[in-house]
């Protein structure tokens, strides 16, 4: 079975771009994450979805937006792209009533320049 | 803001040798996860505890979950140089909840 795509692998964009990152979830699974990880850190949450509703939002600003699709997979777009925004994004999805472990994909790597 | 502190920063043991990772918190989770993480890789799940108390083993790895939810361990039985990465530990606040909070993360290096 195929794990959580995300494509592309890695992205270079300049700032005040846009771009925009797409998760395929496991076949079967209804609910997905996304996180930015900074190097040297741990992932932070920005949203997830589940049903193609938006069930969470971290503390990102309005420039992070998202949506899932009728099959589940799922886009996270960035507006006005910062230097900041450089990270590896990871996308996570899990079964119903998940709270018991989450598969996450390779991520896509975003280098603002 | 819930946050999860977790220490070592950065390990670097010989092989055969045995050492624990700390993650804590003030916050009470209601579940709590580790993951392992290569470079350019996602995490990857290594085990979920929910009950205050709990321990799981997976070969030579052993979790451990606090009695009040609030603090984990994970302990590396004669490591080897395939137990190198990032381990990051991971709580829910509480259950409906899917959003992750991961910890600072443990660099484990293990030296042949």
């Known amino acids: 079975d195929a794990g959580v795509t995300q494509s592309p692998t890695h992205l270079i964009k300049t700032r005040g771009q846009h771009v925009t990152l797409r998760c395929s979830p496991i076949?079967?699974?209804?609910?997905v994450s996304w996180y930015q990880q900074v190097l040297g850190q741990g992932p932070q949450f920005i949203f997830q979805?589940?049903?193609?509703?938006?069930?969470g939002r971290g503390n990102f600003p309005d420039r992070f937006s998202a949506r899932q699709f009728p099959n589940y997979s799922s886009e996270l777009n960035v507006n006005a792209l910062l230097l900041g925004d450089s990270a590896l994004y990871l996308c996570?999805?899990?079964?119903?009533?998940?709270?018991?472990?989450?598969?996450f994909g390779s991520g896509t790597r975003l280098t603002v320049v | 803001t819930q946050l999860l502190e977790q220490s070592p920063q950065f390990l670097s043991i010989q092989e055969g040798e045995n050492l624990t990772v700390y993650c804590n918190s003030s916050?009470?989770?209601?579940?709590l996860q580790w993951y392992r993480q290569e470079p350019g890789e996602g995490p990857v799940l290594l085990v979920t505890?929910?009950?205050?108390?709990e321990v799981k083993k997976l070969k030579r790895l052993t979790f451990q979950f606090g009695d009040a939810r609030k603090d984990s361990s994970l302990h590396i039985t004669a490591a080897q140089p395939g137990d190198t990465g990032l381990y990051l530990c991971?709580?829910?606040?509480?259950?409906?909840?899917?959003?992750?909070?991961f910890g600072t993360g443990t660099r484990l290096t293990i030296i042949p």
């Open positions: 996570a999805s899990s079964p119903p009533a998940g709270n018991y472990g989450y598969t």
């Open positions: 076949s079967g699974h209804k609910s």
């Open positions: 979805y589940y049903e193609k509703e938006e069930r």
């Open positions: 916050s009470v989770f209601s579940s």
């Open positions: 505890v929910v009950t205050g108390g």
């Open positions: 991971a709580g829910n606040d509480h259950f409906g909840n899917e959003k992750l909070t």
